[in-house]
Nanobody, 127 residues
Framework: EVQLQASGGGLVQTGGSLRLSCAAS????????IGWFRQAPGKEREGVSC????????YYADSVKGRFTASKDNAKNTVYLQMNSLKPEDTAVYYC????????????????????WGQGTQVTVSS
């Protein structure tokens, strides 16, 4: 059974940090790029970050660039999203997703992250 399990969300004050994890099972994790998305109430889903299969190339949305860092541990079948300097506008449900051909040059093709999806984890940043 394929699973992507996101965890690590919670309530944090503005300026605080959280680290999200996305643990995978049931497929060859090293063959897939992983992306993080978020969706706030009343808003469309937004791509946040992508990391390639080897974990040595990343892409970030402008809204999180310089504050969020993705990493991939293929030995542990896990991707992490380190979120620093959190802002109230980062409040959302965060999801991870897996895809094969996700990068076009240095850009992430958000729509290519369509092979597997995990359930979300809530991040709430208080002002």
């Amino acid at each position: 059974e394929v699973q992507l399990q996101a965890s690590g969300g919670g309530l944090v004050q503005t300026g605080g940090s959280l680290r999200l994890s996305c643990a995978a099972s049931g497929f060859t994790f090293g063959d897939y790029a992983i992306g993080w998305f978020r969706q706030a109430p009343g808003k469309e889903r937004e791509g946040v970050s992508c990391i390639n299969t080897r974990g040595d190339s990343t892409y970030y949305a402008d809204s999180v660039k310089g504050r969020f860092t993705a990493s991939k541990d293929n030995a542990k079948n896990t991707v992490y999203l380190q979120m620093n300097s959190l802002k109230p506008e980062d409040t959302a449900v965060y999801y991870c997703a897996a895809g094969r051909t996700v990068f076009s040059g240095s850009f992430c093709l958000w729509t290519a992250l369509d092979n597997y999806w995990g359930q979300g984890t809530q991040v709430t940043v208080s002002s």
